[in-house]
């Protein structure tokens, strides 16, 4: 619901920004148009201020979102971490399908964006604080986030997405390391030892370990939970049943 209602004051204000825009250019001339802009009292001024705070509701209502999802209780089992993970994540992707974050429009010295809640942003953030509850050797993850199929490349190619950590390869072939691996075959890949992995790719070397799992929707790979640690051995079943699940949970969430 919220969704049409950002596209219906996106596209207002879209057709605003031409109109306003060229009524004070007329009356007042190029260079004094936007200082006296702000000052008029115009119906058009009145109408990009009642757009303007139809912004502010939509993004307050998103705001609703509460980063107590995020907390988890010091002395729960990987188990129960996990079980957290996606109970929440499965409530903050209520009636919220969207994976990305988009467009913005401009008016003048005005900036406004319209959100998309990102559901692997989302997720990122749950699986990092997760991770930091529980003891070693998963409170030494260092790094947890997503690749998604690029579109745009003309080969196999995945493209960095939301994340915990340090910054990471922008771009990564199917025909290379864990996480083209974890593509290309669509199936879990856990590395205890990323350096006896062929063909690694040393994004931080501080990563000892990694688990990569594929996610799918509707039999095709759109992308991937990729989760490194800075020990070796840092995964095990465990990890790989739940994030199975959760990528399970992604795939049929999103709308890719």
């Known amino acids: 619901m919220w969704r049409n209602f950002t596209n219906e004051v996106f596209n207002e204000f879209r057709r605003l920004r031409v109109a306003v825009k060229t009524s004070a250019i007329g009356e007042f001339g190029q260079s004094d148009a936007r200082q006296e802009w702000l000052h008029h009292d115009s119906p058009e001024k009145k109408e990009e ?24 209780s010091s002395g729960v089992t990987k188990e129960e971490a996990y079980t957290q993970v996606l109970e929440q994540a499965e409530a903050l992707f209520d009636g919220q399908r969207n994976w990305v974050c988009i467009p913005f429009s401009h008016f003048n010295d005005f900036i406004l964006i319209y959100y998309k809640v990102c559901n692997l942003s989302n997720t990122a953030s749950l699986l990092w604080h997760a991770y930091k509850s529980l003891p070693s050797p998963s409170s030494e993850v260092n790094w947890a986030g997503f690749y998604t199929l690029d579109p745009s490349s003309p080969t196999n190619t995945l493209i960095l997405g939301p994340f915990q950590g340090k910054v990471a390869c922008q771009t990564i072939s199917f025909a290379r390391g864990v996480c083209g691996a974890a593509a290309s075959t669509q199936t879990t890949q856990l590395v205890p030892d990323v350096e ?38 840092g995964f095990d079943e465990v990890d790989k049943k739940w994030l199975e699940q959760l990528a399970d949970l992604v795939g049929r969430s999103c709308d890719w």
Not at 53 to 61: A, N, Q, V, W, Y
């Open 49 to 72: 201020d009642e757009v303007r705070g139809k912004r502010s509701r939509i993004l307050g209502e998103i705001a609703l979102v509460h980063a107590d999802a995020s907390n988890f």
């Open 196 to 233: 006896q992995f062929p063909g690694h790719i040393a994004c931080d070397a501080e990563s000892q370990s990694e688990i990569v799992v594929p996610i799918l929707s509707n039999g095709s790979l759109k992308a991937i939970i990729d989760i490194d640690c800075a020990v070796k051995g």
